[in-house]
């Protein structure tokens, strides 16, 4: 009898580290865990599925474009919350300066954008044009050729208006340059949220 208690003893005891070395094998070793991604988000960070709340609404991030030019990048983010769409544009330079934008529907440019351009009774200066690389990830609408043409303007007030031409496509967004802290970020699941 006491044979059987001290085989079931021992039955026991390897049933219980077996289970103890398969949990173990199952959770990510040191390096794998290292490297999985962050769960803050910053106005650089940002990922698809990512929540962006602002002005009352939460915003999905559906897509993201690098822009590069002359080894300098920066961001633009198209957010969606329903049938609204927004871009939030970021770079730094001397400091990060984040845009509010939206497409300007009652605006049309043909040809070349001037140097001053009059909507909803401000005038925009235009601040800087050049020719950048892009990538996209995601849903980024009319925003497909590899090369883009811009044209930046501001006005007074952080009144800012945007032109870029995607092989003769021209997308025209006004907005105003917001400070980073007025953005709650969330991460999301990498997922996108609608459908195109």
């Not at 559906?62 to 957010?79: I, K, N, P, Q, V």
């Not at 945007?162 to 400070?179: F, K």
Request: aromatic fraction near 8%; charge should be negative.
């Amino acid at each position: 009898m006491l044979t059987w208690v001290w085989i079931g003893i021992v039955a026991i005891a390897i049933v219980g580290t077996a289970i103890v070395l398969s949990r173990r094998n199952a959770l990510p070793s040191g390096k794998e865990r290292a490297t999985l991604p962050s769960l803050r988000r910053t106005v650089f960070t940002l990922q698809i599925g990512d929540i962006v709340q602002y002005d009352g609404a939460d915003w999905v991030v559906e897509g993201r474009l690098t822009f590069e030019e002359a080894g300098y990048s920066w961001l633009e983010y198209m957010l969606q919350d329903g049938d609204r769409v927004r871009w939030l544009s970021v770079e730094e330079d001397d400091r990060v300066e984040v845009c509010w934008m939206e497409t300007a529907a009652n605006l049309d440019i043909s040809g070349k954008p001037p140097a001053k351009i009059s909507h909803n009774g401000i005038t925009y200066q235009q601040s800087e044009q050049g020719v950048a690389k892009m990538q996209r990830i995601g849903t980024t609408m009319n925003k497909q050729a590899q090369i883009c043409r811009y044209f930046e303007y501001e006005a007074a007030n952080d009144q800012v208006l945007s032109v870029e031409d995607w092989n003769g496509d021209l997308e025209i967004s006004v907005g105003q340059r917001i400070r980073p802290s007025s953005l709650t970020l969330l991460p999301g699941d990498g997922q996108r949220v609608y459908d195109d």
